[in-house]
């Protein structure tokens, strides 16, 4: 009897067991792997950041995912034909919004070819050109011969037959007087030798994107141009591209720019300020901004190694230039006559050769470092510079040129002992004399070349280890 007892006891007891491991175990699928009892429905929102949604189920679990959004959106702004539209966008499943950039386009509103809304000049009929096809497979463009009604607005085409059009042809457009906009496409990489010489009244460039190349003359006389904005890909602007642009009042110099041609903005006589951007510019050519009258400002990049003869020639209101320390030449005139000019120059060691009255007639400079390292010092090159104190001579200078510092404002403190020849008239009539000191004993500073008329109409004393001499 007490057998089957403990029996029934033992048996209820596994039983029991059993049916709680039962009960546990389902309970469990119900907690986790649902999926054997319900599909989950993440609708309630628990969070979201800019990213991100956090989403509950009803039996609790939650999930994280990227917001959703659909095609529908709250305009925000409307778009143009220069400028895609915004919508605002909300996510399918929390409140997240977003805006974004419409992706529709709209036409250009064109009255007389040109875009009453964003300036953008719609593409001329072809029957108007000639093309010429290249080497390369694809298109020069040019004004065919004795086309009377060409638009005074010209959108240059993109293609001819099926392929590109690179190359604005030599003399393409020159002497065009009625020509007033010109949208070159983002297909020309090249624009050619007085492609649009003394079109008098173009006032308007749309630039593409892809012109490398500026030719000689290619904008030149165009004396209605006001502004022109060259793309980041120009790399060469040639000789006389813009020189005789008599209304161009200002100019950014794109980024990749290596070469500015002899006399390339010449005679720019409203030229106020030339902005250099990027650091690719190396040559600047002769006469590249001779007689630009009114030009102000230049800062010239870190990559500037030469300045032609003449390149700033009677730029009379320029008052600050720098030369930077890659610079290795300066030609013959090159800031001849800049009178306002009044910033304190100091000459790089790079500099390899400074030409002959480089600085000459700039009466406002007052102040130049020369480089420790220099060996003579041109003919004529502060000459007239009636507000220059002499800088402090480099220590291996051994020649000092002809009038080269000629009625500047007053004499150097010294003499270097590398000295062998001063040029005639070169501290000739320097405002403020007095003593000079020289390391070296009178012996040794007789045996200087010293030129006729060096040191005429200054009062000067040389001092030297031994005694003094009167200069004069
Ligand atoms: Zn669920
Ligand atoms: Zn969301
Ligand atoms: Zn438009």
Known sequence: MKQNKIKVILFAAIGAILLLLLIFFAFSLLGSGGSLRHQHNFKEIVSFDAETHSLKCKCGKTQEAEHVYGAEYELQTEPTCSQKGTGLFTCQYCENTVVKELSMEVPHKYRNGVCSNCNYIETTDESFFDFTLLEDGTYSISVKD???????????????????????????????????????????????????????????????????????????????????????????????????????????????????????????????????????LETIEENAFNGCLRLETVVLPNTVKFIGACAFYECGRLTDINIPTSVEYIGNEAFYNCKDLNCSIVFPETLRYLGDEAFAMCRSLEKVTLPANMLNIGNGIFKNCISLTVPTLPETLEEIGYAAFYKCYKLPESLPVSLEKIGSHAFYSCEVGGKINYNGTRSEFSRITIESSAFDSVDATVVCTDGEIVLN
């Open 146 to 280: 004795g086309v009377k009604d060409l638009p005074k607005n010209v959108g240059i085409p993109e293609s001819y037959g099926g392929k590109p059009i690179t190359v604005i042809a030599e003399s393409a457009f020159e002497g065009n007087k009625l020509l007033a906009g010109v949208r070159i496409p983002d297909t020309i990489t090249t624009i050619g030798y007085s492609a649009f010489y003394n079109c008098t009244k173009l006032s308007y460039i749309d630039m593409g994107e892809e012109v490398k190349v500026l030719g000689r003359f290619a904008f030149g006389g165009c004396s209605s141009l006001a502004k022109i904005e060259l793309s980041d890909s120009v790399e060469m602007i040639s000789a006389y591209a813009f020189a005789n642009c008599s209304y161009l009042k200002n100019i950014t110099m794109p980024k990749k720019l290596k070469f500015i041609g002899n006399g390339a903005f010449a005679n720019c006589k409203m030229l106020v300020s030339v902005k250099i951007r990027g650091s690719s």
